[in-house]
């Protein structure tokens, strides 16, 4: 069974904070996907990955970057957490179809 | 750009009526299409994929259409249950990068009892 998971199913963080969430699947994909899902937004792109070390910027990546040192692993990382970046993140991994993980939900107070 | 749009928004129907979401893409070249179902506050799960060499694919009470030379896709859910409310969304493949996908806002499905 395939498996994309998510090290936080919820995290609340204080303003200017550095954070990191972090995404491991275990299907051997070379694509991996940062998106943030906002009422009435949609899914957004964030950054996207299709190898290791290797990373594009997606739609929205600014106040975001990336880290991808393992194929099965891919991190996001708030370099200075601030309200507007309160959102579901949502990593995904591909072959083909694409597999999600369960989420996180950041609170940025 | 590829723009992925989903009619109607939301649909409310009994149960074991059969259901009928659309998608329409602007981009029609693509190589395949995805249908998801979302639950509340929980990440999507792949239902369907369909190749575009094919023009449908089945997974138990669900099938998928696709229709490259119209733009369209369209999920049906037969028979439906409580268990399918849901948000249901569809993505299909950017044209600016292999790989990604442009998710439609979504169709949120109310079966009631």
């Known amino acids: 069974d395939v498996k994309v998971t998510q090290s936080s199913r919820y995290l609340v963080k204080r303003t200017g904070e550095k954070v990191f969430l972090e995404c491991v699947q275990d299907?051997?994909?070379?694509?991996m996907f940062w998106y943030r899902q906002d009422p009435g937004l949609g899914l957004r792109l964030i950054y996207f990955s299709y190898d290791v070390k290797m990373k594009e910027k997606g739609d929205i990546p600014e106040g975001y970057s990336v880290s991808r040192e393992k194929k099965e692993r891919f991190s996001l990382i708030l370099e200075s957490a601030s309200t507007n970046q309160t959102s579901m993140y949502l990593c995904?991994?591909?072959?083909?179809?694409?597999?999600f993980g369960p989420g996180t939900r950041l609170t940025v107070l | 750009k590829q723009e992925v749009t989903q009619i109607p928004a939301a649909l409310s129907v009994p149960e074991g009526e059969n259901l009928v979401l659309n998608c329409s893409f602007t981009d029609s070249a693509i190589y395949n299409l995805q249908w998801f179902r979302q639950d509340p506050g929980k990440g999507l799960t792949s239902l369907l994929l369909i190749q575009s060499s094919q023009r449908e694919q089945t997974s138990g009470r669900l099938n998928a259409s696709l229709d490259k030379s119209s733009g369209r896709s369209t999920l049906y859910i037969a028979a439906s249950q409580p268990g399918d409310s849901a948000t249901y969304l569809c993505a299909a493949p950017r044209a600016d990068s292999w790989g990604k996908l442009q998710f439609g806002a979504g169709t949120q499905v109310v079966v009631t009892p």
């Open positions: 995904a991994s591909s072959a083909d179809t694409q597999y």
């Open positions: 299907m051997d994909h070379e694509n």
